[in-house]
């Protein structure tokens, strides 16, 4: 059975940064490409970024600039660092595993101004 659990998120100040984590159980982390998503409230869920199993990323391009997506395969761990946030960063954000369609339950992310 395949989980992912985000953790990381909270309440931050406009131009603040925030770290968020993603751990995989089960055996599928290495060969899935990983990526992060987010929904604000009244919004679909929109894709901000992910990662190959080679390392290769992709941006959304409200981001580029301010967020780094990295993974450790040796910790089953997908990261998103968000740095000089922005309230319209606000939202829940999820880890998906892309090749394999699972995801997580999500985490908060508040941004004030």
């Known amino acids: 059975q395949v989980q992912l659990v985000e953790s990381g998120g909270g309440l931050v100040q406009a131009g603040g940064s925030l770290r968020l984590s993603c751990v995989a159980s089960?055996?599928?982390?290495?060969?899935?490409?990983m990526g992060w998503y987010r929904q604000a409230p009244g919004k679909q869920r929109e894709l901000v970024a992910y990662?190959?199993?080679?390392?290769?990323?992709n941006y959304a391009d409200s981001v580029k600039g301010r967020f780094t997506i990295s993974r450790d395969n040796a910790k089953n761990t997908v990261y998103l660092q968000m740095n000089n946030l922005k309230p319209e960063d606000t939202g829940v954000y999820y880890c998906k595993a892309e090749t394999f369609a699972y995801w997580g339950q999500g985490t908060q992310v508040t941004v004030s101004s």
């Open positions: 089960g055996n599928i982390f290495s060969i899935s490409v």
């Open positions: 990662i190959t199993t080679g390392g290769n990323t």
